[in-house]
């Protein structure tokens, strides 16, 4: 395994959208390194199989996506303490005898991202409305709790398995109707999609935001579009937007340190990179 040119990949279904590739790949020529990273689309029920094949191919380490990052926690040999906490996993170390190691910087990510997107935004400010009830949103509760913010309403298409955030994440999860999640922008100070509605191939994200005021920070996950139609018309509504792209940029750092033996830069030239531009 030593001798092998390291390879990596982002697992995911459908995953022909990612650009954790070209992220990647522009890190490993920025530093010289002499590695791969590539995108694989692994069906549900193929998961496990995959995973037990990846390490004997050369593959030190995976990134998972959508609708993947449950069951890749669950499957994994070791986690961290947040993926266990969180119930999911967005990083995969693979070990030479085939173990695997589950992480999740989906958190730090979101926050990494937010913090510097959205300078006025502190989590004393009043209450989220957190759309989605996947992995990420596992990993985005997670984070939002550390940072100390005190209440966060959750909405769920499926509203059970918005409760069962709820049960495993504490008190401060509200779990509301997905109908009425519109009602809940009042006063809230921070409004986040963790659902692919919106993505380019998706169904588009149906929300009544005629409640959403200036003072409330709006952030979508997704990335492709860059401007969702969400962040689009919270701009127009004066808020201040942070959309999807730095999360995505924050949460790869530990991952490629893992692998490839080295901290990468998180930068303009990255994000241009990644954009094609």
Known sequence: ????????????????????????????????IAGHYVPIDVAPDHLADTLRQLPSLGFVGANVTIPHKEAARALATTSTDRAR???????????????????????????????????????ASGPALVLGAGGAARGILHALLGSGLSEIRLANRTRAKAQRLADDFGPSIKVIDWDVAGDALSDATLLVNTTALGMAGQPPLTLDLSNLTPVCTVTDIVYIPLETELLKTARACGCHTVDGLGMLLHQAAPGFEAWFGRTPEVDDDLRRAVLGE
């Open 85 to 123: 906490a969180i119930g999911a996993a967005n990083t995969l170390t693979f070990g030479a005898d085939g173990a695997v190691h589950a992480d999740n910087t989906d958190g730090h990510g979101f926050l990494a991202n937010l913090t510097a997107g959205a300078l006025g935004w502190n989590a």
């Open 1 to 32: 395994m030593t001798n092998r040119i390291p390879l990596a990949a982002v697992l995911g279904h459908p995953v022909a959208h990612s650009r954790s590739p070209v992220l990647h790949g522009h890190w490993l020529a920025r530093y010289g």
